[in-house]
RNA sequence: GCCCCGGUAGUAUAGCCCGGUCAAGUAUGUGGGCCUUUCGAGCCCAUGACCCGGGUUCAAAUCCCGGCCGGGGCACCA
């Protein structure tokens, strides 16, 4: 089991995904299939985010748990990219999510494109049409597209449902050749046209794009006709021996309408699971209104997987939701806090304490006989790691060094503070800088004033910038951190201590990362 | 309007198919305590839920009916 995991997940925390995995609830009839064989299905419209990495990890995770109990299990990666005009293929998604994947330690068996096979869907197309499960509605016909809507409302079948497949297929041949505009034909599917649901009445599975208006940037304009959601995705399932499709609610219409493409051609169905709607709150999941927002897909206030990487999320936080969350029908609805909490766990351990202050006040010392020197350790909990000195020479017995604002604000003349691993001080007057004078050194004389313990920088400190997300803003935390925070290396997490985790990403910038 | 699918503590989830062991488990949150030179983590204690109404049954979170509430779908999108 643990040699399946890919190494990005090894080396971090395998025991606690195994018991999330473990515990999900076993497909249906899996033990009539050999090999459990899943599929991943993106649209590549877009980067992956919160939402549909759901059914990528929940799909992988099955994997793993079938592989895990000696059982065959496969994991497909398939673009579904036919609809080169309302849903345009983004040519940098599919690399783009690719990565999302490799990043979340999901590795595929096999990879299609669907926009590589349209020769395969042609070639079903015409064994629906011979075997009666299909038929073309077309201008200049006695079925025009207009009929077989019609005919969906008033329930009698347009004059090409009954034709013979012969008469079909040669209005298909020619929608292949060219001879009809957008619009001008469609081959559908017969299903019910009695069926309650009026969208399954026989629904369309090729209509024509014209795609020298609208080309696609895969294969551009080589082809005009093109299959639907419905019609790829059935044929595509069957052809790559799909055994369990996992997908969002808002697809359980589509098993119906998958079902009579499955009973034209005397297929067997995969098992469907559908689960409910994500819901973060405060974050927008909806893929139109996030490519609206006019910034780009990895920017860190966006819940996409890009923008959560750069955030500093780690891929095992969003592992650990979604198994938490599961598989129910059921909405959920989770807050950003969860999210961030799962991630604290896992960056706590790691992240090295470092002394920042933001909007810097002045403090004096003032009559320090000998020098003052702090030794502080990377993490708490660690000692091992190690400890750093900063020393503090006093200048005219005066010792200068910052503090942050908000502590400034909480100070008046007469309170007692411990500047932390270094000397308790006593405010003597509070202005534009605050001057003070040494209280006492020792911890325990802190605790009995009940001095609070801040963190403080020297004077020859770093100026660095935190850019904080807030919403949809990026607030700029200007200040001042420890020298020590140079040795960090760029893309590290550490803690600045009382204010939060942050990512490193240049010499003197830093991305907040949470609490 | 029509057609699906759901409703267990603040949130997420287990249990429901196969009624009793459920005066409902777990995680997280919240409150308190311990520990700790930040925060967090850790340990201990506490808090808190079966949408409502009927029915079946010796027995209902679990089965049936009705209501209410929520979500999804009703495309030549995926």
Known sequence: ?????????????????????????????????????????????????????????????????????????????????????????????????????????????????????????????????????????????????????????????????????????????????????????????????????????????????????????????????????????????????????????????????????????????????????????????????LKTLGIKWDDIRLPTLAGLRNRGIQPEAIWNIMLQVGVKPTDATITSDNLFAENRKLIEPKANRYMAVINPVKVIIDNVQERLIARLPMHPSYPERGYREIILEPINGKIELFIGRTDYEKLDKGSVIRLMELVNIEVLSKDDVVMARIHSKDLESARKANAPIIQWVPINGLPITVNRPEGMKIIEDKGMAERAVAQVSIGEIIQFMRYGFVKKTSKDDFIYVHD
């Open 1 to 289: 089991m643990l040699s399946k995991w890919p190494e990005a997940l090894e080396e971090r925390r395998p025991e606690s995904y195994r018991k999330g995995i473990e515990d999900l609830p076993p497909l249906p009839n899996d033990n009539k299939y050999e090999v459990i064989t899943l599929r991943f299905a993106p649209n590549p419209d877009f980067v992956l985010h919160l939402g549909s990495a759901r059914p990528a990890i929940i799909d992988y995770a099955y994997k793993l748990k079938y592989e895990g109990a000696g059982k065959r299990a496969k994991f497909i990666l398939r673009f579904e990219d036919t609809d080169p005009r309302t849903k345009r293929p983004m040519p940098e998604a599919y690399d783009a999510i690719r990565e999302d994947l490799r990043w979340l330690g999901i590795r595929w068996d096999e990879e299609y494109i669907q926009s590589d096979r349209m020769s395969i869907y042609y070639d079903i197309a015409k064994k629906m049409i011979e075997r009666g499960g299909a038929y073309i509605a077309a201008k200049g016909t006695d079925c025009t597209p207009e009929d077989w809507k019609k005919s969906k409302v008033t329930g009698v079948p347009c004059k090409n449902r009954n034709e013979d497949p012969s008469i079909n297929l040669e209005l298909f041949d020619k929608m292949l050749e060219g001879h009809y505009q957008e619009g001008e034909a469609v081959m559908v599917i017969k299903t019910d046209l009695k069926h309650p649901d009026p969208s399954v009445r026989d629904w369309v599975a090729m209509r024509i794009i014209d795609t020298t208006k609208y080309p696609h940037p895969r294969v551009g304009s080589r082809y005009i006709v093109w299959p639907t959601y419905n019609f790829s995705v059935s044929i595509d399932d069957h052809l790559m021996g799909i055994t369990h499709i996992l997908r969002a609610q808002e697809h359980s219409v589509n098993t119906v309408k998958q079902s009579f493409v499955y009973a034209h051609m005397g297929w067997e169905q995969p098992e469907a699971i559908h689960f409910g709607r994500l819901k973060i709150v405060g974050m927008t999941l909806s893929k139109t209104r």
